[in-house]
Every structure is written in structure tokens, then in C-alpha cells.
């Protein structure tokens, strides 16, 4: 675990660059984080995904699954690799603050 | 002469730890269980950002066929994994009860059924492809053929499109 400070705030995060407390994010820590993962923006459809990953991570303590993501938060699969480039999953659950995702599917 | 062999040493040890770029997956049997962990695999690499090609033949056609994909079943004679004597596994209603408790199971860990997942890997950047010979002989047509195929290849076509990729097959 490693301490580092993103959009002002100092923030711990996992040996994966995970952030370790899903608490400390807000939409500036949002932000940036999305700037380090190669995105110059968010918009509505990013938090779309973002806001269901967090949901999902509150209600269950672990985030969905891809297909869960793309069948219950309106993004189809098209559309999430579109919007997350390269490895989805993986950098959304960045992006939105909660652990690296467990699943395979 | 030490000295080169330690070189190439340093060179397979550079590239093994060289991240996986691309996969070539074959499915190559008919079964539920023979069908999954190609498709799971696939669908895996493209979440990673790894590109992936898949190629169904003989038996795994079944898997692309609009009227099959989505009633594999789990083999339950023969498979001496399942621990389940041949003669019980070939009471008539065994495989599809065995298939049922699979795909019971599968649900539960998300797990799509085949078409879905296919719909998906192909949405995710993922091509589907299918066996040349295994068409022919099987007697298919364009129309059986789920929509997400993009082309009937041959052997040759396949490693063509493999280049770079790791080659596995299932």
C-alpha cells in the first residue's frame, strides 16, 4: 500500500494502483485518475459506468461482473470498450475508486 | 562461448516476461464443457485489451450453429472426471440432468449462455471464425451459422490471421 496525492488529495492505493478506500474518491480524484489511465475526459456516459461500479461495490462489496455491468447499467459491451479503452473492466474499477475486479466473466 | 549462452538466457528471460499481445483460440469439441473454456478465455483476453480470434472446427461448430449453441450438453459417458459410473451416465436424461446442474451453476457465477457470450466477444472486439473442412463435411450452410461468424476460413487463412498470437487450443 503506498500513499500519493491526487487532485489534492492524498489517497492510498493498492500495490496494483487500486484505490484501497473507495470513501476517499470524489469527482476530482475521478478525474484525474481517469487522466493517468490515457482519458482527457469524462462524460455522462463514463459515470453511468462509474456510478453502477460504485453502486454495485457498496450493495455487494465487490464489483459486478462485465455482463452484469453491461445488462443493468444501460452500456453495452460495444460501448464500454469504446469508453474504456484497452482493458475495460479493469480501468473503470480504477476510474470509480473500487478494487481491482475478482470475476473472470 | 559461456558468455553466449548466458546472453540467450537474458534474451528468454526479456521475453517471457513480454506481456501476451494476442490470442488464436480453437474450440475444437461440441460439448458444454468443451465449449466454455475456449470462449471463457477469449472473452478474458479482450477484457485484458488482448486481442483475440476464435476459430470453431469439427465438433466446436456446434458452438456457431444458431440451432445448437445454445443446447450443448455435458458429456456424461466417457468423462471419467465427472466420477460417474458409464452405465449410470448413459441413462437416458443423464446429460441433460448433468447439464442442467452445470448451467445452474454457471448462472450463478454469471456465466452467459453461449450465444450471449458469443454476442459478447464479438462486441468486444473479438472475430469469430469457422472451420472450412469441418463446414463441408458437416453439409452447413451460410444461413446455419450464428450472425457474429465473420467468415468460413481454411487452416491456411487461420494461421495467417494467427500471426503474432499465441495459438491455443482447446
Redesign the interface.
Known sequence: MKEREVAGKVVAFDDENFMVNYKDWDLDVATALAEEEGLQSLNDRHFTVLEFLRRTYEEKGTGPTIRRLTKESGVPTKELYALFPGAPAKKAARIAGIPKPKGCI | MSTAILEEENALKTKASEPVKRVSIIISKGTLDGVYPGL?MA??A????IEATVFFTFFGMNAILKKKMDKLKVATVGNPAMGMPTLLGAIPGMSSFATHMMKKEMDR????PVS?FI??IE???GEIYGCKAAFEMFHLKEEDLCAQVKEIITVGDFYEKSAGAQIIFT
Do not use: V
Request: hydrophobic share 35%.
Open positions: 471463457i472473452n478474458g479482450r477484457m485484458e485489451g457465477l454469471d456465466i452467459p450471449e454476442e459478447m462486441d468486444a472486439g
